[in-house]
């Protein structure tokens, strides 16, 4: 099956990780969540990285209200650390300058 036919099963497949089903289906079909998992990468014992980002966007509402936070807002949640919260950071901060371009 090549990658087109895979497409239309995109709802049958079920992946142990976001970045496969981008890898596979394109960035439009992951969920805020699952894009917000990406770029946490991994989880801590007991809470997957898709845990963690569920827990940002219900703290924060969306994307939007995630913009221009500052770190130790992101760094209350378990799990996140420094590390994860600066690629988060970064992550806006490109989207920001994109924006701004246009």
Do not use: C, Y
């Not at 960035?27 to 894009?35: C, F, K, R, T």
């Not at 992101?74 to 950071?89: E, H, M, Q, S």
């Amino acid at each position: 099956m090549d990658r087109k036919e895979q497409k239309g099963l995109n709802h049958e497949v079920k992946w142990r990780h976001p970045g496969g089903k981008l890898r596979e289906f394109g960035p439009e079909s992951l969920s805020d969540v699952e894009l917000v998992a990406i770029l946490i990468s991994s989880g801590i014992k007991g809470k997957p990285a898709e845990k963690i980002a569920h827990e940002i966007l219900a703290k924060f509402g969306s994307f939007k209200g995630m913009t221009n936070k500052p770190l130790h807002e992101f760094l209350g949640i378990r799990g996140l650390g420094n590390v994860k919260a600066i690629r988060i950071a970064a992550a806006f901060e490109i989207a920001r300058r994109i924006a701004k371009r246009h």
